[in-house]
T-cell receptor
Framework: NAGVMQNPRHLVRRRGQEARLRCSPM?????VYWYRQLPEEGLKFMVY????????ESGMPKERFSAEFPKEGPSILRIQQVVRGDSAAYFC???????????????FGSGTRLTVV | KQEVTQIPAALSVPEGENLVLNCSFT??????LQWFRQDPGKGLTSLLL?????REQTSGRLNASLDKSSGRSTLYIAASQPGDSATYLC????????????FGKGMKLTVNP
């Protein structure tokens, strides 16, 4: 089991470009969560998805950010017209089911470090 | 609004010491609490998960306790080693009935040989 796979590991974008971050959950996991870690700050929740559905997007900025988790393929976090303040580490986590009913918790990927120049 | 606090922000100790890492949260209505470690430039590694109905969990040299009513958790690390050097993060879920994790800012641990 390869774990939660995120790519790319590092991404550099110029201001105004689009950034696409991909997350493949662990095999058998249908719940995906995205978190952002800004420099010198803690991790902040962005969005929670199940296959083809957004369950909770209360942490997503209202503009420029979107997420999807299609029936086939990885989950995608998309940032349009990036600005310097979007520079951060973006982490994806997955779980087999709702975590409060498991003994395993969330499994995190290694993250994508986005730098906007 | 749930807030998670980890104090101190950093700790430096000699090898071999038994350590106590503290985590406090403001809203006791949690589903569970999870401890993670994060190495520089890397992702998060799950250490222990404690469901709200549990009092403690153990894994090797690690033991985590949960006192939900007082909003506190403690991570014990026995016989610390240089390889334990990392940032330790505490996170809780359940805010507003949500599965999302609310994280503390972490505690940076350095174990000196």
């Amino acid at each position: 089991n390869a774990g939660v796979m995120q790519n790319p590991r590092h991404l550099v974008r110029r201001r105004g470009q689009e950034a696409r971050l991909r997350c493949s959950p662990m095999k058998g996991h249908s719940h995906v969560y995205w978190y952002r870690q800004l420099p010198e700050e803690g991790l902040k929740f962005m969005v929670y998805l199940q296959k083809e559905n957004i369950i909770d997007e209360s942490g997503m900025p209202k503009e420029r950010f979107s997420a999807e988790f299609p029936k086939e393929g990885p989950s995608i976090l998309r940032i349009q017209q990036v600005v310097r303040g979007d520079s951060a580490a973006y982490f994806c986590a997955s779980s087999e089911m709702v975590v409060r009913f498991t003994n395993y918790g969330y499994t995190f990927g290694s993250g994508t470090r986005l730098t906007v120049v | 609004k749930q807030e998670v606090t980890q104090i101190p922000a950093a700790l430096s100790v000699p090898e071999g010491e038994n350590l106590v890492l503290n985590c406090s949260f403001t809203d006791s209505a949690i589903y569970n609490l999870q401890w993670f470690r994060q190495d520089p430039g890397k992702g998060l590694t799950s250490l222990l998960l404690i469901q709200s109905s549990q009092r403690e969990q153990t894994s090797g040299r690690l033991n985590a306790s949960l006192d939900k009513s007082s909003g506190r958790s403690t991570l014990y690390i026995a016989a610390s080693q240089p390889g334990d050097s990392a940032t330790y993060l505490c996170a809780v879920s359940g805010e507003g009935g949500s599965e999302k994790l609310v994280f503390g800012k972490g505690m940076k641990l350095t174990v000196n040989p």
